[in-house]
């Protein structure tokens, strides 16, 4: 009888052994699968990366990038060369700060007061340039009508770091006074540039 309860019992452990077997097998199989699914996937990938010669590419754009960035830092090296204050008004800069800076007060914004009786007072801002010395300005006169007939158009005074006054007289004849708000209808604005140091 014992023999036989142990014969069952061996039994029962090597069918529980078969099943975990067959179960552990299976995952394998299915891990195996799995894994043979993403090596396929991968040599699709290294294939398409190849034939369409993307890494090869990427190379060649970061050698063409890396070029075109000493390129540019040379272009900036020698910018300094191009531009140079011959005078100027104080003791010169470093000349490796000399800075060109444009601007133009506005068609719509610039704000002339009156000055004499056919003339124009304007102050113009260049505090945004920086310049730590007096710096030389160059003036005109933009807008849609008249100002050809106006002097002073390039006359420039009081100048400092932070800006500089502009006085201009309109034209004599009848409907050329450019007072009581004729210049801001005829659009007049001054454009300037400045060429001065910044250190």
Not at 9 to 24: D, N, P, R
Not at 120 to 131: A, P
Request: net charge neutral.
């Amino acid at each position: 009888k014992q023999w036989y309860q142990r014969r069952v019992a061996i039994t029962a452990g090597v069918k529980q052994l078969k099943t975990s077997v067959v179960e552990a097998i299976g995952k394998l199989s299915s891990s195996f699968k799995e894994t043979q699914e993403d090596v396929q996937q991968t040599k699709v990938v290294v294939g398409d990366l190849q034939k369409d010669a993307n890494l090869t590419a990427i190379t060649e754009q970061i050698t063409q990038l890396r070029e075109s960035l000493a390129e540019t830092k040379a272009e900036y090296a020698g910018m300094n060369k191009e531009v140079m204050v011959v005078g100027s008004e104080e003791k010169a800069g470093d000349a490796k700060c000399v800075k060109v800076c444009a601007g133009t007060t506005g068609r719509d914004t610039t704000d002339w007061a009156g000055y004499s009786t056919h003339g124009l007072k304007l102050t113009v801002d260049i505090s945004k340039c920086g310049y730590v010395k007096i710096p030389t300005i160059t003036t005109s006169v933009e807008g849609k009508g008249y100002h050809w007939r106006a002097t002073g158009t390039s006359a420039v005074y009081s100048t400092t770091t932070k800006g500089f006054t502009m006085y201009l007289e309109g034209g004599r004849e009848p409907g050329h006074n450019p007072k009581g708000g004729k210049a801001e209808e005829w659009e007049w604005n001054v454009e300037w540039i400045a060429v001065g140091y910044t250190c």
